[in-house]
């Protein structure tokens, strides 16, 4: 795929939803990072039913570690791998109270030392709390950026490095919510809903569905 398609993708995704946001729910760095330590192997709504039961409870770093694991667990027990992530949201609380003065830190590395979170993690927080150019690559993206040969690669993080190569400058802040989305709704797994895509006539995946 060559620039000039790439940017007209882009440019078309970007008219469609000029103010692409999270679809996680969260008023705060601290409530964001939380909710995509928990969203991982899980979706944004079953996140967010739990997350709306939660935060009104404990939406700080010395609320939620109050409350212990098993206190947490209550909260959380509907969402997938519960009992992993309840640990590693009270320890990472309890790192932040103790180094971070309760704030979520706005450095990768930093982000990464934390229980819980990786690579993927952290671009999310430092790009939707923060405004970093970074762009996380999901399961969503990595098939879409393989299947529309957009980005290809052969792990999620080939596909990351090859997405800051050719992603121009004034996409780079919001092109992971925009290929998020369209991974979800449109460009989906088992059947693309080619016949509704917007770039249809620009992608280069060759088994095209009504």
């Known amino acids: 795929m060559n620039k000039e398609k790439r940017y007209e993708i882009l440019s078309r995704l970007r008219n ?33 039913k739990a997350t709306d039961k939660l935060y009104p409870i404990a939406n700080t770093p010395e609320a939620i570690y109050a409350l212990g694991v098993d206190g947490l667990k209550e909260y959380i027990k509907t969402i997938g791998l519960f009992n992993a992530k309840a640990e590693n949201v009270i320890k990472t609380c309890g790192i932040l109270i103790n180094e971070y003065n309760s704030q979520v830190p706005e450095n990768r590395e930093a982000l990464e030392a934390l229980p819980g979170v990786g690579r993927k993690t952290a671009n999310v ?69 080619c016949g509704a895509c917007i770039i249809e006539d620009l992608c280069e995946f060759k088994e095209k569905t009504e």
């Open 16 to 48: 469609d939803n000029p103010t692409p946001e999270s679809e996680l729910n969260y008023s705060s760095p601290f409530e964001l990072l939380i909710a995509v330590i928990l969203s991982a192997q899980a979706t944004d709504v079953g996140v967010n």
């Open 125 to 193: 927080v430092l790009n939707v709390a923060f405004g970093w150019p970074t762009i996380a690559v999901d399961t969503h993206i990595f098939r879409l950026c393989n299947r529309t040969k957009f980005a290809m690669g052969k792990n999620v993080d080939q596909v990351e490095q090859k997405l800051l190569k050719v992603v121009p400058k004034e996409f780079k802040v919001d092109v992971h919510h925009w290929l998020i989305l369209h991974g979800r709704y449109t460009c989906v797994a088992r059947k693309p809903r």
